[in-house]
């Protein structure tokens, strides 16, 4: 509860009330001016007319005087009540801003802690893919739960509980940032990682293929009646036609209707022209999020 006191005073009210004091002080001495020059000048004997009026004088002023009063208090009262509603509002206010703020820094703190172990999330998340790109909600769920208890709740401590509710939500949203790092300096297996959630951001069903015996394909993606092998090459060089050859002799394995090699860097002129016999779209990781087109745009429709 707002204490009155931190109220400041309400100068209005002190001025209004000094006013009325001084009518009513003035009407007062009026009446008693008049009492005396009744009594100065018309017959001494005549005491009735001179409590009449003195009696009527004190009715007039009595009242107004305490009227008077009764009206600056009550208003200064309302001012006061006013205040300090004014005041509990404004600190009501500064008080959300701040849990606001407190939330805002603790949603941060988890959207870091999720960069931090990006290649891990999304190995978690290609493994709950099924057979035929699916994932595995509860699967998924699980492994994020399991990722909440072992990394956020440590690091957030009490805090943790106060966003519970959104950190599954905030999981998936840190993870479709475009914040992944440098392709260059990421290990053969975290590139493909990098693939599979650039392709599922743009809406693809992703599964990843094993890594010994994969038949030269990295990655399938699906969409639609798309069924895509991909070849993932992280160089810093040309890509020869190696990986072209790769993805052509695994797309059958797969049952893919499109062979795609996303690299890191350029292509010879070899892998180029094996692709354009083969029907191989060959792309930088940068234009995975505009798959579809670039393959309608090749092939037509599927």
Same mark, same amino acid.
């Given at each position: ?70 009206? =600056? ?39 870091? &802690? ?19 790109? #699916? ?7 699980? #492994? ?8 956020? =709740? ?15 939500? &905030? ?5 479709? %940032? ?6 260059? %300096? =990421? ?17 693809? &069903? ?57 690299? %890191? ?15 191989? &779209? ?9 798959? #579809? =087109? ?9």
């Amino acid at each position: 509860m707002t204490d009155e006191r931190q109220v400041p005073p309400d100068l209005g009210a002190n001025k209004a009330l000094t006013i009325g004091q001084a009518f009513a002080g003035m009407s007062v001495a009026a009446a008693i001016a008049a009492l005396v020059y009744w009594l100065w000048y018309e017959d001494m004997a005549n005491w009735g007319a001179v409590v009449f009026w003195t009696i009527a004088a004190a009715a007039v002023v009595g009242p107004w005087l305490n009227t008077s009063q009764a009206y =600056m208090d009550w208003a200064a009262s309302e001012r006061r009540k006013t205040s300090a509603a004014k005041l509990e509002k404004k600190a009501a206010a500064s008080e959300e801003k701040r849990r606001l703020a407190d939330v805002d820094a603790h949603v941060k703190r988890v959207r870091e &802690l999720v960069l931090n172990k990006l290649p891990e999330l999304r190995r978690a998340r290609s493994a709950a893919v099924g057979k035929w790109g #699916e994932l595995d909600l509860a699967k998924w769920e699980a #492994e994020k739960s399991d990722f909440s208890r072992a990394i956020l =709740m440590p690091a957030l401590g009490a805090a943790y509980f106060r966003i519970v509710e959104r950190v599954p939500v &905030l999981i998936d949203e840190a993870m479709a %940032t475009p914040e992944f790092g440098d392709p260059l %300096t =990421m290990t053969g297996i975290d590139y493909e990682e990098f693939c599979a959630a650039a392709l599922r951001d743009a809406g693809w &069903l992703v599964t990843g293929t094993k890594v010994t015996g994969d038949q030269g394909v990295d990655l399938v993606a699906t969409l639609g009646a798309w069924r895509v092998a991909i070849q993932c090459k992280r160089y810093s060089g040309s890509v020869p036609n190696s990986a072209v050859q790769e993805v052509e002799a695994g797309a059958a394995f797969y049952g893919a209707n499109a062979k795609v090699v996303v690299s %890191t860097g350029a292509y010879t002129a070899a892998a180029r022209s094996l692709a354009s016999a083969t029907g191989t &779209l060959l792309l930088n990781y940068e234009q995975l999020p505009t798959l #579809e =087109m670039l393959l309608v745009e090749a092939k037509g429709a599927p």
